[in-house]
């Protein structure tokens, strides 16, 4: 049985070309990352929320939408 490359390149405990992360960069990993969290949630937000005019559609009653009558 030949062992495939992937299960042949990941042997316990070996990391080659990988270092431990500095606290600094591991603070601006963070960091940066709660920053575009933010800027996803505002976006989501901007476009999501109702806009200003209503419709002319909205003075219409609809028999399965309760609370529109």
């Given at each position: 049985?030949?062992?495939s490359?992937?299960?042949?390149?990941?042997?316990?405990?070996?990391?080659?070309?990988?270092?431990?992360?500095?606290?600094?960069l591991?603070?601006?990993?963070?960091?940066?990352?709660?920053?575009?969290?933010?800027?996803?949630?505002?976006?989501?937000f901007?476009?999501?929320?109702?806009?200003?005019?209503?419709?002319?559609?909205?003075?219409?009653?609809?028999i399965?939408?309760?609370g529109?009558g």
């Amino acid at each position: 049985m030949v062992p495939s490359v992937a299960a042949a390149q990941m042997t316990p405990g070996s990391c080659s070309g990988c270092g431990p992360l500095s606290l600094p960069l591991l603070v601006g990993l963070v960091a940066a990352d709660a920053v575009v969290s933010l800027l996803i949630v505002v976006v989501v937000f901007l476009c999501a929320r109702p806009r200003g005019r209503p419709t002319q559609e909205d003075g219409k009653i609809y028999i399965n939408m309760p609370g529109r009558g």
